[in-house]
């Protein structure tokens, strides 16, 4: 039976030894490396070409949501499982934007993870509750904002002045204004400050 070659990018190293062994172990699977930080986690990617990736989004060096991104568009036969400890409505919106096919909450049985493997690699999804239980839920993050607007809001709560977060968003502080005057409007907020405790709860300060 032909083996499924899986990497593990987790920054936690003796976690990612102890998963690695136990996946060789199984006789289904070969695990092709692990990798701790994002361009490590690229590097191992781009040079082994495995079917699945089990990736943290909390990593050295960056964000594993993007390097998620990046991973899809450079390897569109690699599945990805994010395995994580976060179950906040702003990650799981990202993933969901991402279209990922698997995500494991860290702690879940290894049995569980075995499942999860198995069906990403056959072309199924595989979630466990809190993905399904934010997507049936349809809070107001998810329905109520335009991805622009989540954008803004997140540049908003990571970069201070707000005239540093347009910037980085190549739009004027005048259009910043408007998108986070739009947004209070929306979430019935009337103070940034409200805004920004609202985006602390869904994640974005994390």
């Not at 595989?126 to 997507?135: I, Q």
């Amino acid at each position: 039976m032909k083996k499924i070659q899986v990497a593990i990018i987790e920054d936690e190293g003796l976690v990612a030894q102890m998963l690695a062994t136990w996946l060789d172990r199984t006789g289904e699977f070969r695990v092709v490396g692990h990798a701790g930080t994002v361009e490590q986690g690229w590097h191992l990617c781009t040079t082994q070409f495995p079917e699945v990736v089990l990736l943290d989004v909390g990593l050295a060096g960056g964000d594993g949501l993007l390097l998620a991104q990046r991973l899809k568009r450079a390897l569109p036969h690699t599945r990805l499982i994010i395995v994580s400890g976060r179950e906040d409505p702003y990650m799981l919106y990202r993933m969901h934007q991402l279209d990922l096919p698997g995500y494991v909450s860290k702690g879940l049985s290894v049995e569980s993870m075995r499942e999860a493997i198995r069906a990403v690699a056959q072309g199924r999804t595989f979630y466990t509750e809190p993905f399904e239980r934010r997507l049936q839920a349809q809070d107001a993050f998810f329905r109520i904002l335009t991805a622009r607007e989540v954008e803004v809001l997140f540049a908003a709560t990571q970069a201070r002045p707000q005239a540093v977060a347009s910037k980085k968003l190549r739009i004027t502080p005048g259009t910043m204004r408007k998108h986070l005057s739009n947004i209070r409007r929306k979430l019935e907020l009337h103070t940034t400050a409200e805004l920004v405790r609202y985006a602390m709860h869904l994640g974005m300060g994390l």
